[in-house]
């Protein structure tokens, strides 16, 4: 799915300056000692989870494998989950809106991070005169599969982090350097992996891997567009991707497991029968991973496995 009604402006993406009470100074931790941390998904809870380590107590309102961003509607359960929070990390770009309505009075004095603006993609891609967004498949809100963006998240939360416990600020830089390291690691791993080959995408939500795989993208606009809308493939454009699997023209078929949709299984089905391999990812974090590095690692490794042959 790509970038619908954008949140950008709607919350800032700079963070904001803690309130003081009647003159004292605000508590900053949880009854438990550690940071309260809120996240629209469990990915982007994963990398601020990574950073602060035992220092913070992370709670994700999406967090079931099945759950869409897109569609869900907050709940009062959410409303108490934020509130009191110390910092809390949403996607925007249109992906996550529910967690604007969730940013009341009463978190005005949270840190926020929000991770489209920062990956910088809206504003390579504005149109040069007005600076509106265009409607460019280019321009894609499931910024966690930038690995860039994701580093530059780890090192704001390192940085936000900080300035809520100033006595931790050297755990948080090490764990977000750290951390960092290895999302560099794995970039090097599929960077021009694929060069020269193409790859069918049953939904654009692990673009910017595939970016840096080097692939192209054979997927016709038309389906892309059914699948992101939830609309009925066009039969042309459905018998196209069927043809281009049927005569192995692509190396592989990159798959969202959460979307649901008749047509787009039985392209899976017809690459498992003609022997393409099938690359399984996910817009949140799926049962059985420790975090962010272990779920991204499994599918760097898959993808850059099935480029390879």
């Excluded at 469990?42 to 950073?51: E, L, M, P, Q, T």
């Excluded at 989950?81 to 809106?97: P, S, T």
């Excluded at 069927?242 to 690459?271: D, F, G, I, S």
């Amino acid at each position: 799915m790509t970038v619908r009604n954008a949140m950008l402006g709607a919350v800032a993406a700079v963070t904001a300056v803690a309130l003081t009470a009647c003159g004292g100074t605000p508590a900053t931790t949880t009854a438990n000692g550690k940071i309260k941390v809120v996240a629209s998904t469990n990915v982007w809870g994963s990398v601020v989870k990574a950073v602060g380590g035992d220092e913070v107590e992370v709670t994700a309102i999406i967090s079931d494998p099945s759950g869409d961003p897109h569609s869900y509607n907050s709940k009062p359960s959410d409303v108490a989950a934020v509130k009191d929070a110390k910092l809390v990390i949403f996607n925007g770009g249109g992906y996550d809106d529910f967690f604007a309505t969730l940013l009341t009075a009463e978190t005005e004095g949270a840190k926020k991070i929000e991770t489209f603006p920062l990956s910088g993609k809206a504003s390579d891609h504005a149109e040069p005169e007005t600076g509106a967004e265009p409607h460019d498949h280019a321009v894609n809100e499931h910024v966690w599969y930038d690995l860039e963006t994701v580093r530059k998240v780890a090192d704001q939360a390192a940085a936000d982090l900080s300035e809520i416990a100033p006595d931790k600020q050297d755990a948080f830089r090490a764990n977000a350097a750290d951390f960092g390291q290895k999302v560099d690691d794995l970039r090097k791993r599929i960077e021009g992996v694929g060069k020269g080959k193409k790859v069918l995408e049953t939904e654009a939500v692990a673009h910017y891997l595939l970016d840096a795989a080097g692939v192209e993208n054979a997927t016709p606009d038309t389906f892309s567009e059914a699948v992101e809308g939830e609309t009925d493939i066009p039969a042309a454009a459905l018998a196209e991707v069927t043809r281009l699997v049927e005569q192995k023209q692509v190396t592989a078929v990159v798959n969202n497991v959460q979307t649901e949709n008749t047509a787009v299984k039985q392209v899976v089905e017809k690459a498992g029968q003609t022997g393409v391999p099938v690359v399984e990812v996910t817009e949140t974090l799926p049962e059985g991973v420790t975090g962010y590095l272990d779920w991204m690692t499994k599918q760097v490794d898959a993808l850059a496995g099935a480029l390879r042959g």
